[in-house]
């Protein structure tokens, strides 16, 4: 397999004990097992990817979930939904960065391709911010259920709801850079 997806790209070290014993079985094992192990490793490659897909996706989707519920004339009902909601956001996050550092560690490419690339810690810092920025809605929104169990009718201010609704627009904002960081690092942009 060539390197025909990017520029300077690592390559993987097969097994020695198992690349001996195909070695001495001759060439046509050799092609055999290179044939195999590398279909291996795309498959590996492409169920990571779909699971950062469908993991990153969600978490876009969410946000837009909690920009469209976030307005002036929140009420009771929807605050308990937005409980859930945030929750939701919170567990597609993890799985985001799980089924994405699964791809830098597991994946095709190997964890040189990723950890000496610019665009990568670039992404990798907008999806802290993201993370950090996210910290004040899910705050706000726990206090305001906590609020509602001791007074049902005690609503949260339409100014504070705006505040809120401005910082799930950044964060909305920012996601919007991920897939175009993840589009350029996986062409080799930023690569030394
Ligand atoms: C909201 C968060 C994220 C979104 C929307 C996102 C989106 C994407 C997209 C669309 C791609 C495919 C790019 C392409 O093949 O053209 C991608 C690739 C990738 N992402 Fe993410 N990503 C997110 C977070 C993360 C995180 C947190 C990590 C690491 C911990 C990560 C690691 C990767 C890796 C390693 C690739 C593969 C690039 C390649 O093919 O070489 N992503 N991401």
């Given amino acids: 397999m060539s390197n025909r997806w990017v520029r300077g790209a690592a390559t993987r070290q097969p097994c020695s004990t198992i690349g001996r014993v195909i070695e001495e079985a001759g060439p046509a094992a050799v092609e055999t097992a290179s044939a195999s192990s590398e279909g291996i490793a795309l498959f590996r490659d492409f169920v990571l990817a779909d ?48 089924a994405g550092s699964a791809r830098v560690v597991y994946g095709i490419k190997g964890p040189a391709y990723y950890l000496g690339n610019w665009v990568f810690w670039t992404k990798m810092a907008v999806f802290a911010l993201i993370g950090f920025l996210s910290l004040w809605p899910t705050l706000r929104i726990l206090a305001w259920k906590r609020v ?5 009718e005690a609503l949260p201010a339409a100014e504070e709801i705006r505040q809120i609704r401005r910082v799930i627009h950044v964060e909305a904002t920012l996601a919007l850079l991920m897939p175009i960081l993840g589009a350029a690092m996986a062409r080799g942009y930023g690569l030394p």
């Fill in 51 to 98: 699971l950062h897909h469908l993991a990153a996706f969600s978490f876009v989707a969410i946000l837009a979930v909690e920009i469209a519920l976030v307005r002036p004339g929140l009420d009771a009902a929807t605050i308990k939904r937005l409980g859930r909601i945030d929750l939701a956001f919170g567990i597609a996050a993890v799985c985001v960065l799980a």
């Fill in 148 to 152: 509602l169990k001791t007074d049902p």
